[in-house]
Structures are given as C-alpha cells and as structure tokens.
C-alpha cells in the first residue's frame, strides 16, 4: 500500500533522507527505529506534505496514487493520517467543532455527503469512550492546557474518527505514562485490519511491546539500514544504534 | 512556508470581487445641491419639516463646524476631504414618508430583499426569517420603512425614524438629542449634528423588557453622498432592548463618508444591548473607493445599576475611525464592550473604546479581537479613565492581535487615568501570527489551507461572537471568512 523508493529530501543546504526506500504491505504494521537526528520526524512530514522540505528525488506512492503532487489536504482525503509528537493547540476552537469539521472537509474531498450531527455525535461517543476522554474534554478548544497523555488521546481519537488508510505515529509514546501508554496502544490495536497500514515511529521498544510490529526497520543516516521481524526491535533495545551510525556523527 | 504563503497570496489577491453588497439600486433620488453652508442646512432642515428649537439647533452646530478642524490623531492616512464637494442630502423620490409596506418602491424592497432583509411582515411571520426582528430601514438619507411597529406599540415601545420621532414625540427628542454626545463633541459629531438626514429612534417605557430584538439596517446607494445617520435610543428605568445595525454600501471608485451619531441613555436598572455588523464596501484592491466610516458611538449608564454593552464586529469600509464608549455615571452601573475588527486589502482601522467610571463601583469590561491581514493597518485604541469619586471601581481590558502575511500591521495604545487609589485596572494584549504548524497540522486533517485559516480566525474571535445574537453571531461568523478569503461560504 505505501511504497517509498528512493527518496531524497533536503533542508537547506542540508540532505537529511538520502535514498530512503520502504514498502508497508496493506494490514502490516511497521516500526521504523534509530537515534536522533536521523531523519525520523523529517520522513513522516514529508509523506504528510509539510512544506520547507526539498525532495531532489524519489516517490511516494500510496495505492499507487504519488502523494507528492497532492496538497497536504488531499493527501489527508487520500487515507493519510499524521499522529504528531507534539500535537498543536488551537485556542477557541472546541474539540467536537475541529473534529466535525475535519471529517467534513475529508468527506467534501472525496466528494462523499457530509456526516450528519446525530450520526458525528454517536461516533465520537463510541470512540471517546475506548479512550478514557470525557464529553468536558471534548467541549475544551482543541489541545489547549491538554496535559501530554490528553494530548495524544486526541490524536488516537482523530485516528479513529477519520479511519485514515495509513497512519503514522511520530513518537506517540514520548511524554506518557505507564496507563496512557495501554490506552493509546489499546486504541491504535483496536484500529488494526487487513485494509490499513500504520508506520510507527519510536525510539524505545516500550511501545512495541503494546502494539505488536510485523516488521522493524533500523533507519540511520537517512534511510533503512536494516530490516528485520520483531526480534530486530529486542536486539537494538540490547545493543543500541551504535553498529548503525559508525561511520558517521549522529 | 509555502501554506501559508498560499493564503497570504490569496488574502492580498482578494479584491472587491469579495464583496457581495457591491450593487447599485436604479432609483430616482432627490437631492439638495452639492455642498455645505447654511442654506443646505436649511434645506434639509426644511424637507423634514422640522421645529424651529431643532433648525436652531442645526445651525449653531454648523457655525460651531465651522471653526472646527479635522482630527488628525488617529492612525489613519488619506487625502483631505473637499467637504464643498458632497450632497448632504438624498433621499429615494417616490417615498415621501411611507405610511405602510405598499408604499415604498418596488425596487426599494428588491434591494433590501437581495440583502437578505425581509421588510415585508408577513414574510417574516411565514417564516422567512426564524426570529422576529423589527427592522428600520434607512436609505441614503432617509428611513425608508420600519417594520413591526404595531406589535412594539403595544407594549409601549416607540421605533420609528428620528425623522417622526421628532413630530410624535417632541419632548422625548428635545430632552435626550446631544445628551450624550454634545453638538460640540468632535469634528464629526458636530457636522452630523448639522446635517443629520435621518436614522432610528428607540424609546424603552420603564420596565418594558422590548418584545423582539430591533435592528436598523443603513445602505448608501448615492454617489458622492454623505450618510449622516442619528440613532438615540432610551431605555427607561428597569428595561431591557437588544438592538443590531448592519450596514453595506455599492461598489464605488470614490470614497464615500459616513458620519453617523449614536446616543444610548440607560436610566436606573436598564440595560442596552448594541450590536454592530458593519460591512461597508471596503474599496478594491488597490485602495480605491471605500467607505469612510468617522462615527461617533456613545452610551450613557446615566442610572444606579445600569448596563450598556457594545458589540461590533467590523469588517468593512476602507478607513474606520470609531470609539464606542461608555459613560459609567451611575453607582454600580457597567460598560462593556466587545470587538471584531478585521481589515485586509488597504483598509485602515483605527477604533477601540473609551470607559470613563464616574460612580461609584462602576465596573467595564473590554474585549478586543483585531485581525490584520493583507496590507492594512489595524489599531486598537483604548482609554479607561476613573473620577476621583469612581471609588471601587473595576476595570478589565483584553487587546490581541492576529496578524496574517507579511504586510499588515496591527498597534494596541491603551490610556489609563486613574485618579483614586480605590480600583483595579488590569489591561492584557498579545500579538501572534497564524503559525505554520497551526496551519499544517489541520491541513493534516484535511482542511484545505483557505478553511483551516478560517478556522483558527474564528476561534480567536470565539469570545466576542458569543456576545452576538444567535443568528448574528452565524453572519457574522460567515462575514468574517469571506472578508479574509473570498472563497468560503
């Protein structure tokens, strides 16, 4: 379903994905691995469409549909889905208003009817309640005074709600505690099925212990240095980057 | 970053193609001869049939005028007005006064019907409209009809037309007209007086709680004519009236001036409600044309307890010069005031409030949302005064600015005079921009980058919009979107 070959992304002067190839079968969860500063966060803005970032080379395919000539929000209606690290706040904008509006827009784009109120108010119910947030949370502007495991509740919500086809979680796991951890993990298990790719970005094997990977990829220096089955996630947990990144500073 | 430079590329590719009010009406009007002395004064005094005690009182304030300069203090900047070169007065031909709906031109109704305000009761009844609202209907320099003015009567309340007002209820005109702002008042408040053309009048019996919300809905059609509106509106002890003005204006290369006047008494226990929804053609996007908005806005909490709240939310005219204010006169009385301003292309906005505490626990509360984009200018301009007598008394000031592009600008410039120990002031003011990961990360969710700005715009202005009438709040909401892209809603 997600097909990357050979993908060259540059900030400034600076080349941060060099020749960075991966393919996410439909159903398969992928975990990608590696140290700071190797171009983690870098590769999951791009598949978004974040704009200051250069490609020179490269595709990104998505059921064959070459993201990089869609605006971010076309891609957003194409299935993709952006879990973020650090989730952004929008004063006075309540939760079940962006909420609303989201899956709207995404619907418009694909020309489907948009959700009406009581069918939009159901389905926030069901999914709010799976992930421990209140109807009080859902009526605060979006993310505002959110403490960190709030914060990430959100985005699984958002996730569920938008039933994207491939979701990207970009260090989901940082700033949350143990019980956080379970309700996230349990939200994005339940949200697993044949149709869906997910590309889970970590730098700990912690999480993975809550949602199982198909695959873990090790990427260092700007692309996959190593691919492997679970055990690949166990082995760098003993030993560390540090056979990856050898040959240049981190 | 690109998406954001997308939006501002469109923002300052926005023209008046934006502006949805921009058409003329094909009417045959009267006018008086162009230009300003005491002749045309007469005149306009003369087709109104005016007493002499009000005749009088237009001339000394345009020989007041006449020694009177222009304020050049406020933020704004255009070519001197050639006052000599204005009709002061104009008025649609076939409405001598009209006594019922029947009577006003067909053409006239069409307008107010493309404008989306229903003049005809019984379409409002049928449903039209879901809430009742009584609308007086002012065109160029007249009132061209007021509806629901049986129903208002019966439970005491007067809406007309300063015009009748004048005729049917003398004594009340002559006690409250330049109570609240003296003819002497400022530079446009002093030729308004002189020229005034016509406007609402609205009188609240004691402890009448008014039936439906009023609304007076001001359109300028004329070409090279000033719209001199006076609206005075009274509540008497223990009573309540919510009231809305909205305004539009064509499309026209020249600038236009409009120098309204607008007079809140609130007695003991009364509290008024204003709201503005001020969309006058804002010029094209080279600058050229536009509304001058020079208005003079003041409410008098003239009794114990009494409360007026200003709510404007401004998205027109090219240059805005204007100062809702409140006189907290009264012990425990309350002035508020809540505000949008949102200026794009090369409008200027230069407004904010002015809260003078006089009595005793007299408390305000002012609320400022200003949102720059395109290259205009944007000033918040604010004073809060206390009376060395204004003991424990309160006041809270929120200014923030949204700026959107490169190109605008927004200024806060508060004035604080306290001249007791015994009060509070506290004024806050931020400035941010819409930032590039507020903008991606609801892209990211599928908001294209025009709704995503909309968006966040409206959520800035949440706070203000939720003092607006239900129904208002929804306009106004939409309003706001339109003016900053021109392609939502």
Redesign the interface.
Known sequence: MLEVNDLHVSVGDREILKGFTLKVAAGEVAAIMGPNGTGKSTLSYVI?????YTITRGEILLNGVNLLDL???M???NG???A?QY???????ACM??LK???N??RR?RGDEEINTPEFMKRVREESEKLKISQEMLRR?LNSGFSGGEKKRMEIL?MAL?QPKLSILDETDSGLDIDALKTVSEGVNSLRNPARGFLIITHYQRLLDYIKPDTVHVMAQGRIQKSGGAELALELEKHGYQNYVSNEAA | ????QETVTHVASLDAKAYKYGFTTNIESEKAPKGLNEDIVRFISAKKNEPDWLTQWRLAAYQRWLTMSEPNWARVHYPKIDYQDLYYYSAPKSTPGPKTIDDVDPELLRTYEKLGIPLREQEILAGVQTRKVAVDAVFDSVSVATTFKEELAKAGVIFCPISEAVHTHPELVQKYLGSVVPVTDNYFATLNSAVFSDGSFVYIPKGVRCPMELSTYFRINEQNTGQFERTLIIADCDSYVSYLEGCTAPKRDENQLHAAVVELVALDNAQIKYSTVQNWYPGDSDGRGGIYNFVTKRGDCRGDNSHISWTQVETGSAITWKYPSCILRGNNSQGEFYSIAVSNGHQQVDSGTKMIHLGKNTKSRIVSKGISAGKSQNTYRGLVSAHRKAVGSRNFTQCDSLLIGQSCSAHTIPYIEAKNNHLQFEHEATTSKI????L??????????E??TA??V??????VLQQLPMEFAVEAQKLISISLEGSVG
């Open positions: 978004a469409g974040r704009e200051g605006a971010p929000h891609r957003a209606a993709v889905f952006l973020f989730p952004v706040e929008i004063p006075g904008v208003q962006f509006a989201a899956m827009a995404q784009s502007p958002q938008l | 970053m690109a998406a954001l930032s590039d990961e507020q991606f990360y609801a892209m990211q969710r599928g908001l294209s980058a709704d995503a968006l966040i409206n959520g800035f202005v949440r706070e």
